[in-house]
Each structure stands twice: as C-alpha cells, then as structure tokens.
C-alpha cells in the first residue's frame, strides 16, 4: 500500500488548512489511519488517528479542539482539517496506515505499518 499525503503549505497563524492522504488501494478490513508530525529538531509525534470501522478517533492534547481527523466513505482517502493553526503546528505531517489497529495503541508510530511521504505545513506568527 502506498500512501500519498497532499495539502501542506504556508499560513499565518490563526488560519486552516485541510491534509489529505490518499492510499493506492482501499483497505476493507479493521485498520486505523492517522498523522504523525515531525518539528525541525524534534522526535516524531502523534497528531491523529481514526479507526475502521466504527470511526474511533484519537487526538493529541495539543491538537483536540483544533484538528479534525475524518475518512471518506470510499475508505481510500483520510482528510486533517486543520484549524487556529499555531506557530508551534510548524512541521512535516506523515501519514500513515495500522492494519492491525488496537485503540490503545493508536497513538504509537510503531504501531503503523505504512507510512507517506510527508507534507509541511508552516506556520507564521
């Protein structure tokens, strides 16, 4: 499987943006999908994860409330909806697939079994 992250760029904070990663083929069995960021200078972390079926969803603490995960019916194509962005949202966000999905362990990038490529999202104060 092969996952392709898309919708990165420059925004001034307070803004949004919207992240989309799309995998090469649809996934019909129990998975979860989710985002991972990485700071210039800083260790990979948790944004987001949605699990299917059912449509569990993890957040971050510092995103909850900001950052929305969601996954199109066809199951193809995961979305981040991003809003009141902040200087500190700055990094590379990857994507990536869990095709054995455990709700506890949702938020652990060892967990997952593929990842994208990456996409930067920058934000200015």
């Known amino acids: 499987v092969q996952l392709q992250a898309s919708g990165g760029g420059l925004v001034q904070a307070g803004g949004s943006l919207r992240l989309s990663c799309a995998a090469s083929?649809?996934?019909?069995?129990?998975?979860?999908m989710g985002w991972f960021r990485q700071a210039p200078g800083k260790e990979r972390e948790f944004v987001a994860a949605?699990?299917?079926?059912?449509?569990?969803?993890v957040y971050a603490d510092s995103v909850k409330g900001r950052f929305t995960i969601s996954r199109d019916n066809a199951g193809n194509t995961m979305n981040l909806q991003m809003n009141s962005l902040k200087p500190e949202d700055t990094a590379v966000y990857y994507c990536?697939?869990?095709?054995?999905?455990?709700?506890?362990?949702?938020?652990?990038?060892?967990?997952?079994?593929?990842w994208g490529q990456g996409t930067l999202v920058t934000v200015s104060s």
């Open positions: 949605i699990m299917w079926p059912g449509g569990a969803r």
């Open positions: 990536a697939l869990d095709l054995r999905p455990i709700l506890s362990t949702m938020s652990s990038g060892t967990a997952y079994d593929y």
């Open positions: 083929q649809r996934t019909v069995s129990r998975h979860a």
